[in-house]
């Protein structure tokens, strides 16, 4: 007793014996299990294994103080129904695509993907550093989640067409699989766009269901198989230039995390966020190589009059969504902007880059 009063005294209560530290040491290691659900196949290359690694860095930072267990689309919801399984508080957590709850709000799919939009470099731009996660965490807000960006596809492939694409006609009853804006600009120049979850693509498309679908890349859609059911295979993503793949967070159970805690699933989506358009970089040639060479795919760039038709549409129906709602309009601004003052500075220096190597 009097020994501790010493110690109190002295005002180093922390030295104390063991016994003493042990309350404080039980309420810091305090487990959190938390369920991840997502919007793809289980270990599915480049998203599934983004969706893993995010849960593993997340419980490895944590030193196991949250434990993250992931279930592949259909294993607790569908993919589609990730975003109100997070909300309602089923899971903890959601890996998906914003522009997969555009039936909730148009506005949601500036948060993923923006035909004739900002690429991976510009949009973590926006986010981190112009004003964009402020915005989307005023929108997911109202659905009690917090969003965060988990990782980036880079540029996307146009998909893959059963069919030659060599004039705007040819886009004319075309079935496509395309989510998102770049389905309502599809069917505004004569397409009829479906969206479909990704692990029932190469079934529809080699049905016949569908005469085309695009997807990712040349990794992820190598490893659908998606060169069996179509042989073009057309770029760039005009729609899809650097899409945002998210992890959303029940607001509540964040809230009850401590801080700490909270800073490592938000430093822990940053990293994934890097990290996954680091691994597709360094695959996607590869995988292009193996299609064309292996499997015969003729790879093609869309005429320049197809772009051309497309960016026109695009561009009304970016317009279209700031009408929506007063976020909406605030979002289509920030974005407009950004993309307005940040593409000034890209033409001076990725692509005059670019430009430069390749001379
Ligand atoms: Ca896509």
């Not at 009690?144 to 030659?164: D, H, I």
């Not at 190469?202 to 085309?212: E, H, N, R």
Request: hydrophobic letters at 45%; a positive charge.
């Amino acid at each position: 007793m009097k020994r501790r009063q010493f110690i109190r005294h002295l005002g180093i209560g922390s030295l104390a014996a063991g016994a003493t530290i042990a309350a404080p040491a039980v309420a810091a290691k305090a487990e959190f299990k938390w369920k991840m659900v997502t919007a793809w196949p289980k270990n599915f290359p480049g998203l599934g294994t983004g969706a893993n690694r995010l849960a593993q860095l997340i419980t490895e930072m944590s030193g196991g103080r949250i434990k993250v267990k992931v279930y592949g689309a259909k294993e607790l919801v569908p993919a589609f129904e990730v975003f109100d399984a997070v909300s309602r508080g089923t899971a903890e957590l959601g890996h998906a695509g914003a522009y997969y709850w555009k039936g909730k709000g148009e506005v949601f799919q500036f948060f993923s993907a923006v035909p004739f939009g900002l690429t991976a470099q510009e949009v973590n731009a926006w986010l981190y550093h112009g004003g964009g996660m402020e915005l989307w965490r005023e929108l997911y807000d109202r659905f009690g989640l917090v969003p965060t960006a988990a990782g980036n596809t880079g540029v996307q492939m146009a998909g893959w067409f059963n069919r030659e694409i060599k004039s705007v006609d040819d886009l004319k009853g075309l079935k496509m699989r395309i989510p998102g804006l770049g389905g309502e600009v599809l069917k505004r120049a004569g397409g009829t766009p479906v969206n479909i979850p990704g692990g029932d693509l190469f079934t529809a498309l080699q049905s016949g269901t569908i005469d085309a679908t695009e997807w990712v890349g040349p990794y992820n859609d190598l490893a659908f198989g998606l060169y069996k059911a179509a042989k073009y295979y057309y770029y760039p993503g005009w729609h899809e230039p650097g899409s945002v793949i998210e992890c959303f967070i029940n607001k509540k159970a964040f809230n009850a995390l401590p801080k700490d805690l909270q800073h490592i699933v938000l430093t822990a989506s940053k990293a994934a966020n890097l990290d996954m358009l680091s691994e597709l970089t360094a695959r996607n040639q590869q995988a292009l190589d193996t299609l064309i060479n292996q499997h015969q795919v003729k790879v093609a760039a869309l005429p320049d009059d197809v772009i051309q038709k497309l960016k026109a549409i695009s561009q009304e129906v970016v317009a279209e969504i700031a009408a929506k709602d007063p976020l909406a309009k605030k979002v289509y601004d920030s974005l407009i902007n950004f993309r307005s003052q940040v593409s000034k500075w890209s033409a001076v220096s990725e692509q005059a880059f670019m430009r430069a190597r390749s001379l």
